[in-house]
Structure formats: C-alpha cells, structure tokens
C-alpha cells in the first residue's frame, strides 16, 4: 500500500512538471522529455528519410545533430502540431556555405500529416520525414503541452 502512494505522488509530481531539456537520439529513435535531470517520458520517433548523419543541406533528408532550442510552435500546419527547432544555427550556415549549398531549415517536431491520424504508431515503420522528428498525434499532445518555448534540445546520432 505504501509503495502505491509513493508510486502515486511520483507520477502526480512528474506530471505537473514541465520539461526543461528534450534529448533526441536517432540511432534509438528516441525523443526523451527531462525535468531537472530526471525523465518525464520517452517517445519513439520517426526521422528524415536518411536518418544516418548529421543534416548538410536542404533535401538530403537529414535529421540534424546538434544543440538547438525549440523555439516556436504553428498549430496550424499540413501535419498535427509542430514545434519549431532552431536549425540551422551560426555554423550550419557556415559550413553549409563552404560547401556552397543551402542548409535547409522549417525543422520540426510534429505529428502525423493532416487527415492520417489514424497511422498512429505504424508510421514509426519507416523514416519517413524530410528531417523533422515525429510523433503520433496523442503523443504530440504531450509533447506540446510539456514543452515550453525556449527549452533547449539536443539531437545526437
């Protein structure tokens, strides 16, 4: 009984907390929420159509890696809500510039396209995004609700 009360005052506690960093790893296709250095959740991903390395340009459909901020949100968009990563930064430019290309940009976290809502967990079959991550709708829902502008993401390979 005493394990259920404290299991139930965890999960009331971590459920009023924002998070405060948002860790993506792409070989675990992993998006995970932190609140002071504790896990708030874990989702599943799926990722640019190429999902090894590093993004280099626009339509190489690369996730990036890097440390960006998640800096705006459109909730009126062709997919289900979409937080905005501030890729490319100062040096994605720049090396995107000495290899005279365009480094591409509109990087999001999102759900589902409009209207294919119902895919639910089997879009994580396939990377299927053009550098974005994404989520399933439900899934969206929390990650928008929990995360603030402002809050700074990592993505690592």
Not at 99 to 108: S, T
Not at 115 to 128: A, C, K, P, Q
Request: charge should be negative; aromatic fraction near 6%.
């Amino acid at each position: 009984m005493i394990l259920v009360l404290l299991i139930g005052m965890l999960a009331a506690e971590i459920g009023t907390s924002k998070a405060d960093h948002v860790v993506i790893v792409k070989s675990e296709h992993a998006l995970t929420l932190l609140s002071k250095g504790k896990v708030l959740r874990v989702y599943k991903v799926a990722l640019g159509g190429a999902p090894v390395g590093a993004k280099e340009q626009e339509g190489d459909h690369k996730t990036p890696e890097g440390h960006y901020v998640l800096d705006r949100r459109n909730a009126k968009t062709r997919f289900y809500k979409s937080i905005h990563v501030s890729y490319p930064d100062g040096e994605d430019k720049k090396q995107a510039a000495g290899r005279g290309v365009a480094p591409g940009g509109d990087i999001m976290i999102h759900g589902l396209p409009n209207g294919f809502g119902w895919l639910g967990e089997t879009h994580r079959v396939h990377d299927w995004t053009d550098g974005c991550v994404a989520v399933t709708n439900a899934e969206m829902d929390e990650i928008w609700d929990l995360v603030p502008d402002g809050t700074p993401v990592d993505i690592r390979p």
